[in-house]
Nanobody, 116 residues
Framework: QVQLVESGGGLVQAGGSLRLSCAAS????????MGWYRQAPGKQRELVAVLTRGDTTNYADSVKGRFTISRGNAKNTVYLQMNSLKPEDTALYYC??????????WGQGTQVTVSS
């Protein structure tokens, strides 16, 4: 059983910062990547940032230069530092773990709300 636990969401004013954390535990093998997705009300889930096994990063155009994904010192942890937050960043943020053989695992989501 694989479990992803997210934390760090909350309410922040526009221009502020938040740091999301995700810790994965359980029988985890052959990780391709860990990353963050988000889903705003009435919209589809979209990629925010991903960090591959080879330390390659990929960001949505809308967050480039403002968000940074990084690997934690603890095994199978990942962070998302979000700076210069905008109201349009408001969404439920999900941690994702993609593996070679078992596919995708998802966290339950952490809410980020940015007020104008």
């Amino acid at each position: 059983q694989v479990q992803l636990v997210e934390s760090g969401g909350g309410l922040v004013q526009a221009g502020g910062s938040l740091r999301l954390s995700c810790a994965a535990s359980g029988n985890i093998f052959s990780i391709n990547a860990m990353g963050w997705y988000r889903q705003a009300p009435g919209k589809q889930r979209e990629l925010v940032a991903v960090l591959t096994r080879g330390d390659t990063t990929n960001y949505a155009d809308s967050v480039k230069g403002r968000f940074t994904i990084s690997r934690g010192n603890a095994k199978n942890t990942v962070y998302l530092q979000m700076n210069s937050l905008k109201p349009e960043d408001t969404a439920l943020y999900y941690c994702n773990l993609n593996t070679v053989f078992a596919g995708d695992y998802w966290g339950q989501g952490t809410q980020v709300t940015v007020s104008s």
